[in-house]
């Protein structure tokens, strides 16, 4: 059974249809030919009680294993897709967003200002990805060997990983 995923597009234009939304389709097509589900696409404005709401909702609803946001992560003010991921996980991923950050400053110094996190909320993976369809594809390929084995682990796999 493919692992179905939501991807969340946050952006305050994206949401008013101010512009179109790139980065989400990257998003699905790359997770798609992975062999993920994409149950749901969503563009919710950036406001951060909003992302809250939209990640402990899907994460509560037992229909996905694994939600990526693309976009706000990061330092303007309207900024604010990790905030409200962290209150809303129970269990921080630093490893991931700390690969995506170091493979990314290899192609550009903007990786140093990226506040992207990974998490766990009940038995979902949530994933922030940066907002430009360049940097969403690249630090998604960065996370796409991990995600299968994470998100079983997650789900209760309870075979070694040494084996």
């Given at each position: 059974?493919?692992?179905?995923?939501?991807?969340?597009?946050?952006?305050?234009?994206?949401?008013?249809?101010?512009?179109?939304?790139?980065?989400?389709?990257?998003?699905?097509?790359?997770?798609?030919?992975?062999?993920?589900?994409?149950?749901e696409?969503?563009?919710?404005?950036d406001?951060?009680?909003?992302?809250?709401?939209?990640?402990?909702e899907?994460?509560?609803?037992?229909?996905?294993?694994?939600?990526?946001?693309?976009?706000g992560?990061?330092?303007?003010?309207?900024?604010?897709?990790?905030?409200?991921?962290?209150?809303?996980?129970?269990?921080?991923?630093?490893?991931?967003?700390?690969?995506?950050?170091?493979?990314?400053?290899?192609?550009?110094?903007?990786?140093?200002?990226?506040?992207?996190?990974?998490?766990?909320?009940?038995?979902?993976?949530?994933?922030?990805?940066p907002?430009?369809?360049?940097?969403?594809?690249?630090?998604?390929?960065?996370?796409?060997?991990?995600?299968?084995?994470?998100?079983?682990?997650?789900?209760?796999?309870?075979?070694e990983?040494?084996?």
């Amino acid at each position: 059974m493919p692992f179905r995923t939501l991807i969340i597009t946050v952006s305050d234009k994206g949401s008013r249809g101010e512009r179109e939304d790139a980065s989400g389709p990257e998003i699905a097509g790359m997770i798609g030919k992975a062999g993920f589900e994409v149950v749901e696409k969503l563009i919710i404005p950036d406001e951060k009680a909003l992302i809250r709401q939209s990640l402990m909702e899907w994460s509560d609803s037992g229909k996905v294993d694994l939600i990526l946001t693309t976009g706000g992560t990061g330092v303007s003010p309207r900024d604010v897709t990790p905030d409200a991921t962290r209150e809303v996980i129970e269990r921080e991923i630093p490893g991931m967003a700390e690969e995506m950050r170091r493979r990314s400053a290899a192609i550009t110094p903007h990786a140093m200002i990226s506040r992207a996190m990974a998490g766990i909320r009940g038995r979902t993976l949530i994933v922030n990805l940066p907002g430009s369809p360049k940097g969403a594809r690249e630090n998604l390929a960065v996370l796409l060997p991990a995600l299968p084995p994470a998100i079983e682990k997650i789900m209760g796999d309870e075979r070694e990983c040494a084996s």
